[in-house]
Every structure is written in C-alpha cells, then in structure tokens.
C-alpha cells in the first residue's frame, strides 16, 4: 500500500534553531496536513495545505504542498521547549470507492528542544 | 468548549472481554474515524463514516464493530479482546475532504 517516509526520525537541537522535516511519497497526495502530538494527547493539526505548490505560515511554523504533489515540508523557525513532541505529517488520496478518500500517516518525527 | 471528545482515556482489561469506547464531535462535521496508534506511534486509519454510512473499513478484524448513532456521534466496540489490540485508539472528525481534527485518545490496556 501506499507509504509515507517521514524524516528525520528524529531531531535534537539546541533552543533558538531552526528545524526541518520533511515526508515524501511515490504517490500523488490531494491534501497535506501537519500535526504535533505531545504525550497523552492526540495529533493537534497545525497546518493544512489543499493545493500544490502552496506555502502556509502558522506562526513559527511554515509548511509547503509540494510542486509534484509527492511531498510537503514543514518548518519550525527559532525553536523553543514547548516545541517538544512528535510531529506528523499526512497525505490525503482516493480511497476505493468513488468520492471517499483517506489520510496516510508519516511515522513522525520526534523533536527535543534543548534550552 | 470540547472539541472531539472520547470516553474512556483509560481501559484496562482482561483477554476475552467485550468493550466500548465512545466518541462525540460536536463541531457539525460529516465524517468520523477511528485510528489505532501502536507502540511505536505509527497511526492507522482503522474506520471512516460520513453521515452515519461506513465508507472505509481497513481490514479491521470482525470482532472491531464501529457504529454510529448519528453523525455526532461514533461508538467503537470490540469483541474478545486480544493481547495485540492494546494501543491508544483515536477518534477524529472532518467536514468532508478537508482537515481533520483528533480526540484525546483511549489508551486500551488488555492483560
């Protein structure tokens, strides 16, 4: 089935820096999303991308719909502790039937910010 | 205000038991899902209802039955419940094709 590759696995990086990550795919996406989860929660959607080549700014963050539709990027700028969690990215294709669809997960990148 | 909401945060059980879990949104989308989310934090997509009609089933094992009251509402229950079905299983809802908003999430212990 259709894969998401997510990277890096994960990051640790000093507060103040800039972070990156990024997921690609094989497979042509309709909509991209961005999420943070924290430990006991669930996924918290930070931005949302519906057509390619678009770039979104959410605050510190800055996510893109790639041009060939196969990847989006997410940017975290001058990072801070509460930055901390598990970032996720998900890619949204037909699904069967005519008219459903579903989310394909990224298997997160985990994020440690050190003050 | 609550957002997606899921009852319970916690289940512990033994193998073989019958449970539910529920979950209400009470932001007037269409679609519901249910995920499972295993150890190593990999999500999964397990159902999708829009307007209380199941459009996807994941080859979920039969003992998994979601049903959905109406469409603020979709209920998770399980059958016999086995070692490997302990994970944290979330609830989201969505308007459509567009983003999707996720519940707090049920961590389902089975010893």
């Known amino acids: 089935g259709q894969q998401l590759n997510q990277s890096p696995q994960s990051m640790f990086i000093q507060e103040g820096e800039d972070v990156s990550m990024n997921c690609t795919s094989s497979?042509?996406?309709?909509?991209w999303l961005w999420y943070k989860q924290e430990p006991g929660e669930g996924p918290v959607l930070l931005i949302a991308l519906y057509k390619a080549g678009e770039l979104t700014s959410n605050g510190r963050l800055t996510a893109q719909f790639g041009i060939t539709r196969k990847d989006s990027f997410l940017n975290i700028s001058a990072s801070i502790p509460s930055d901390v969690g598990i970032y996720f990215c998900a890619g949204q294709i037909a699904s069967g039937a005519s008219g459903t669809y579903k989310y394909i997960f990224g298997t997160g990148t985990r994020l440690k910010v050190l003050a | 205000d609550t957002a997606v909401s899921q009852t319970p945060k916690y289940l512990v059980t033994q193998m073989g038991n019958d449970k539910s879990i529920k979950c209400e949104q009470n932001?007037?989308?269409?679609?519901m899902y249910w995920y499972k989310q295993d150890s190593k934090k990999f999500l999964k997509i397990m159902f999708s209802y829009n307007n209380k009609e199941l459009i996807i089933n994941e080859t979920v094992p039969n003992r998994f039955s979601p049903k959905s009251p109406d469409k603020a509402h979709l209920n998770l229950h399980i059958n016999s419940l086995e070692l490997g079905d302990s994970a944290v299983y979330f609830c989201?809802?969505?308007?459509?094709?567009?983003?999707?908003?996720f519940g707090p999430g049920t961590r389902l212990t089975v010893l």
């Open positions: 989201a809802s969505s308007q459509g094709p567009t983003a999707q908003y």
């Open positions: 497979s042509i996406f309709n909509t």
């Open positions: 932001l007037g989308h269409d679609t």
